[in-house]
């Protein structure tokens, strides 16, 4: 009976430690061409590939970091991992990327470059992108509320130093920006080549590396949740106690042979 107990107490430490490092990635926003920041729907409803929105339902998820993915019809174009400073809600992460700007290190993977790209900078998404809050302070009706997330500009992507979609900050986006996708001072339905107006495609540094988006560009952004998932916690540990149960047993017979 002691055996048991033993087995039954690792399994479930395992479970809880296993549960404590829980980290589901959730859709909450997917930027398109012409629906960038400005003309970008959101609300309290889900958002699905290749459709352009921003799940505002997702407030409240704690999280720690982002995964944003860009892509276009012929595949990958980057991945890139946003690793925040300190641990918020969706909302609040909004809000200060606003007013005091976010401290995030990006580790950037992508098929035009060797390995991987790792840089350090605050991230403004756009320091006059409006209230945060109230685009978070949705119905909850399941629709989207409004067309225009951002009041003025915003950009979601990585790069050394500060940066700010807003040009009047400092035109910072310009010069730091290395990956990721924006609208930069002016309208999400402009695209301009080699300009640092309008939308604005980076890639490892260059910036509208064509006249138009490629064919089926999109950029997907995560929120790596750090809520614990509802478990049955018996069940959950069945598993577990089992495969313990099956390595002491194993050890037993070989003891005894």
């Known amino acids: 009976m ?37 003309n970008l729907p959101y609300g309290p409803t889900a958002v699905t590939p290749g459709v352009a929105g921003l799940d505002t339902s997702l407030g409240n998820v704690v999280h720690n970091s982002w995964t944003s ?35 995030v290190t990006w580790t950037v993977t992508s098929p035009l470059i060797t390995g991987s790209q790792v840089m350090s900078g605050t991230w403004f998404f756009s320091h006059t992108a409006g209230d945060m809050a109230a685009r978070f302070a949705g119905s909850g009706d399941g629709l989207f509320l409004g067309s225009g997330f951002s009041a003025d500009d915003g950009f979601w992507g990585a790069g050394d130093g500060t940066l700010d979609a807003t040009r009047e900050f400092g035109d910072t986006i310009a010069s730091n920006a290395r990956w990721g996708f924006g609208n930069n001072d002016s309208y999400d339905s402009d695209y301009f080549q080699n300009s640092s107006s309008g939308q604005v495609l980076v890639l490892n540094g260059v910036f509208n590396a064509g006249p138009s988006l490629p064919a089926g560009f999109q950029n997907q952004v995560f929120v790596n949740s750090l809520q614990v998932p509802e478990l049955n916690p018996v069940s959950a540990s069945l598993p577990l106690m089992f495969a313990f149960l099956s390595l002491a047993l194993s050890g037993s017979r070989r003891k005894r042979a």
């Open 69 to 103: 993915i860009g892509s276009d019809s012929n595949g990958l174009l980057y991945n890139i991992e946003w690793q925040f400073s300190s641990t918020k809600t969706l909302e609040q992460r909004f809000i200060d990327a606003v007013t005091v700007g976010e401290a």
């Open 2 to 38: 002691p055996v048991f107990r033993r087995l039954f107490r690792v399994a479930t430490v395992l479970l809880l430690v296993a549960q404590a490092g829980f980290a589901a990635p959730l859709l909450f926003s997917v930027q398109t061409r012409f629906q960038v920041a400005e």
